[in-house]
């Protein structure tokens, strides 16, 4: 990946990537369970998860160099 991860984000969206871990840990902010949760946070994790994917994505997609960045002089 050539690009901080920040970038592929909404700068709204970057104060949601603190609840984003535990989102992907399971852990919800209220009791209950994903139905139980507020509309916006769980449009906010499914965004997350779809940028994060794209991003994966794009990491996977990249070619491989293999060895040392020096090698391939």
């Known amino acids: 990946m050539d690009r901080c991860p920040m970038e592929y984000l909404d700068l ?13 840990m399971g852990w919800l902010p209220n009791a209950g369970g994903i139905l139980d949760q507020p509309a916006a946070f769980v449009e906010a994790m499914e965004y997350l998860t779809t940028q994060v994917a794209k991003a994966e994505k ?11 960045p020096q090698a391939q002089r």
Request: proline share 8%; net charge positive.
């Open 12 to 24: 709204r969206a970057a104060p949601l990537m603190r609840f984003f871990r535990f989102f992907q």
């Open 58 to 68: 794009e990491r996977a997609d990249e070619p491989r160099t293999g060895g040392h």
